[in-house]
């Protein structure tokens, strides 16, 4: 066993401590440097263990607990169950083993329990490989389970779970005339990457070809079909995936994010692809203009993203749904001031809570007269007419796609203003 190998999972140890016990997001704690101190591979290694136990939780807790009397302290837990999600994916045990026992027998504070994480692992390795397939796909925390069953129904959640489980591969979407790594062609014209790798080690990345989109991400620009020469504005813009789309499509394009942090992805992509836009650090309810064409991305539970961000159900409990939903309702109501007599809108949200879609449209179409819901925008090529929800959205979910491995979820709508 290396020491790069344990240093990997101890700073996965220490993340999970952050999510399941601080309520800290993943991204927050790397931005904090979490694993600064790891060479690339075992940094990204940290984070794979990190996803995969956050994924299999359930799983290994229902394993775990056949062999303790009464649940250890966090950090200890942590070690158990990255380990027991470890053994239960073909890692070979006495690797794994004396790997959670060194680490734990290194910590001043829980080293004497090194003995019960030997025990239970030996235990967990000798049946969790055979039991782990054969338990049900780990289901989601009851304050989100609960809104999204009484949204969609409890087969469509459970279908949710499972894309939730199995996580999503890696989608591209390529700049006009550009050739992407090999992939399949999605319906809407991504091209998704199956076991890719490190992403920047791609053919195409350093020349600017492709970035990195999940396809449900690519489609609100698809809706609000940019031209050229025209003034788009991209609120919220921030890592600037559709950014990139409006400015490949030769749209005048002014990218607004009030995190000059976030900014940064959004300049380093510009610059990798020779994409021209304005990027302008500044609160989205403060900017002014007059726009053409406006696309709202607004900030939202990111409930639809679970499938890569695991994290986001452990760390999160729903409390801040209310001041989201408003926020929301300022930011479209703000933005259409800013649009121009004759131009178009399109709201969207990485959302799964019909609260941050279909309802804002609902109530935004009542409170503007020259608001009109413009169905014929979602007639987007690979898009199944079964996705258009009663008030003119598209609703995309985790579960639809099966068959091609998923797509995040996120609702979309396009608002023509009256000339």
Known sequence: MSDSATAARRSAIYLLDQILGEGR?????????????????????????????????????????????????????????????????????????????????????????????????????????????????????????????????????????????????????????????AGDILPTGSVRVQGAGQVSALPGYTAGDWWVQDAAAALPVQVLAPKPGESVLDLCAAPGGKTLQLAAAGADVTAVDISETRLAKVRENLGRTGLQARVVASDALEFGGSYDAILLDAPCSATGTIRRHP???????????????????????????????????????????????????????????????????????????????????LRLRPDFWAEHGGLDGFYIACLNKSA
């Open 311 to 393: 994290d986001l159900p452990f760390a999160k409990d729903g409390s801040e749904f209310g001041a989201l939903i408003e926020l929301q309702s300022q930011m479209l109501a703000h933005a259409w001031t800013l649009l121009r007599p004759g131009g178009r809108l399109v709201y969207c949200t990485c959302s799964l809570l019909p609260d941050e879609g279909e309802v804002q449209i609902e109530e935004a179409v009542q409170q503007h007269p020259d608001m009109q819901v413009d169905r014929a925008a979602l007639n987007v090529a690979g898009v199944d007419k079964g996705w258009i929800t009663s008030e003119g959205g």
């Open 25 to 181: 997001l993943l991204p927050e704690c790397l931005a904090a440097g979490a694993l600064d101190r790891l060479g690339p591979e075992d940094r990204a290694r940290a984070q794979r263990l990190t996803v995969e136990t956050l994924r299999g939780l359930e799983r290994a807790d229902r394993l775990l607990d056949n062999h303790l009397r009464q649940t250890p302290a966090l950090t200890v837990h942590n070690a158990l169950r990255l380990g027991a999600v470890e053994l239960c994916n073909g890692e070979a045990a006495h690797g794994v083993v004396n790997a959670m026992v060194e680490i734990i027998g290194r910590s001043r504070k829980h080293g004497r329990l090194k003995g019960l994480v030997n025990a239970v692992l030996r235990k967990v390795a000798a049946e969790g490989p055979d039991a782990w397939p054969r338990m049900r796909v780990p289901r989601l925390p009851a304050w989100l389970r609960d809104p999204l069953v009484a949204a969609w129904g409890d087969q469509a959640v459970v279908g949710m779970e499972q894309a939730h489980f199995f996580g999503a591969p890696l989608d591209l979407t390529l700049k006009p005339g550009c050739a992407g790594p």
